[in-house]
């Protein structure tokens, strides 16, 4: 296969934009070829996540193909998700790699702040496997018990990981200040986080990134630059999260980047700095693990003590991260390549320069963890010490087993509370604050069901499974539960009330 360089690079200030898609896409890609030396593109590649529901327009590549003057040349769309920025980039390497292409211009966007937040959050959950979408699930939501779960494994107290969270955001936005084409550029303390509300405990207000409007764009050639790409990789997962294995790592991730890295030649030691997929704060600690930056159960700690600072001994999201620099959930993945290759080419503010930059890894995560990408840049110098060719990444990878996914025979069993989550924006529909918590069964299947009565929970206790149609429950299997459950049927009995979705919580 032939070497691939960057060469132009642009993004588009992230914000409430009052340009549509069309305009966003064409801004970043006008951009990025006027600082190319290669403005005339065989084929441009475009990455949106959901341009018809988001925007109503549909056939984006051919509108921006249109709308940039360069009909005729070839023009697609690539999709998975929250990743599409970082899938588009892969498959225009692709392209131009098996040399097909010698110059094409990838360009990824998306326009979203138009729509209200609640319509905006229902296209974002649709990504979401239906059984626990239907059970009331939202990207937070299960993002919140994924932190639960990881604060039990690796024993972290509630007070330990609020300061472990609220460093991140912090640190995030300190690094949002700093880039003049982030959303957010306010710093906030220690005492505006805790002020913020929690959305789903334990994440608050400013554990989450935001809705975003913004694009981004790149050529991508075979001519030589100062930047090559040496890695990508892809990995993907169960779409439903109770069919995992593993709560606390993204295993789609870890295939990703063990391709990456043994594409490369190197390992993670290697990398100066990363961008990571911080949708919410917890998954840039569990990126990290996977990504083989630390070890499991100590990337937190790594943060408190300030490794990860853009000062720090390894930066992670120079940029803002999608916390701060902003989400527009096709464009991420894209242009956290073009940050990382503007600081390897020492074109951002001294403030915010990072400071060796060799080598630079971006991460890129779909839907909720089940389509994820590694990118690996490298600068084309003579200084820096040639990839051995060997692989680096040594951490294991569990492949979950169909067999385990049936659900059938649940229904009236007990099982244990692996974690769980008070969700305060709940989807449309639901009643809030609503209770959701994964129930193991056998020690091996697992389900996600609403808790049957409001109260307080705790991680790893005992609970029973009630189904009422396609919806799972579950209560304490306490006396006090019994006689609570036994008189909620005595009454629906009575009133003769019918089941349905949301026949328990009447």
Aim: aromatic share 8%; glycine share 10%; charged share 25%.
């Amino acid at each position: 296969m032939c070497s691939v360089y960057v060469d132009g690079v642009r993004v588009t200030k992230f914000e409430k934009s009052g340009s549509d898609l069309k305009s966003l896409l064409v801004e970043a890609g006008r951009k990025a070829l006027a600082t190319s030396k290669y403005p005339e593109p065989q084929a441009i590649f475009i990455g949106a996540m959901n341009p018809e529901e988001f925007t109503g327009s549909g056939n984006i590549a051919t509108l921006t193909a249109d709308a940039l003057g360069l009909l005729g040349i070839p023009s697609i769309r690539v999709e998975t998700a929250s990743s599409s920025g970082a899938a588009v980039f892969s498959v225009a390497y692709t392209a131009v790699a098996s040399g097909i292409f010698k110059n094409v211009l990838v360009i990824a966007g998306e326009k979203m702040t138009h729509l209200p937040i609640a319509k905006a959050t229902r296209i974002l959950a649709e990504v979401i496997e239906i059984q626990e979408r239907e059970a009331g699930a939202s990207m937070p939501a299960l993002a919140a018990m994924i932190t639960q779960a990881y604060m039990r494994r690796h024993k972290i107290s509630h007070e330990g990981m609020e300061k472990v969270l609220s460093t991140i955001a912090t640190k995030n936005h300190f690094n949002g200040s700093l880039n003049p084409l982030a959303q957010f550029q306010k710093r906030i303390t220690l005492e505006d986080y805790k002020k913020s509300k929690f959305v789903a405990e334990p994440l608050r207000l400013y554990d989450c990134s935001p809705i975003t409007d913004g694009a981004a764009a790149l050529i991508l050639t075979r001519e030589k630059t100062d930047i090559r790409v040496v890695g990508i990789g892809q990995g993907t997962d169960t779409l439903g999260l109770r069919q995992r294995d593993s709560l606390t790592s993204f295993m789609a991730t870890r295939i990703a980047a063990k391709q990456a890295y043994e594409m490369a030649g190197i390992g993670p030691k290697d990398i100066n700095f990363a961008e990571v997929h911080d949708a919410f704060t917890s998954f840039e600690i569990i990126n990290s693990e996977d990504l083989g930056f630390f070890e499991e159960g100590m990337g937190w700690e790594a943060v408190e003590d300030g490794v990860t600072h853009i000062d720090g001994q390894f930066p992670i999201n120079p940029s803002g991260g999608l916390k701060s620099r902003g989400h527009p959930v096709g464009a991420t993945g894209l242009a956290q390549v073009v940050e990382s290759v503007w600081q390897m080419r020492g074109e951002v503010d001294p403030k915010r320069q990072v400071g060796k930059v060799d080598r630079a890894l971006t991460h890129s995560i779909g839907g909720l963890g089940n389509n994820n990408f590694v990118i690996i840049l490298e600068k084309n110098n003579d200084n820096i010490k040639p990839a051995q060719r060997k692989s680096f990444y040594t951490l294991p990878i569990q492949i979950p087993r169909s067999a385990d996914r049936d659900d059938a025979g649940i229904d009236g069993k007990e099982g244990i509370l692996e974690t769980f989550t008070v969700l305060h924006v709940p989807p449309e529909g639901f009643p809030s604050p609503l209770i959701l918590g994964f129930v193991q069964i056998d020690g091996k299947r697992r389900v996600l069901a609403r808790a049957m009565f409001l109260g307080k929970y705790r991680l790893g206790e005992r609970v029973k499974l009630e189904r009422d149609g396609n919806s799972y429950f579950f209560r304490k299997v306490t006396f006090l539960e019994k006689v609570k459950y036994y008189l909620r049927q005595l009454v629906r009995s009575e009133k003769g009330f019918k089941k349905s979705p949301n026949s328990w919580l009447k």
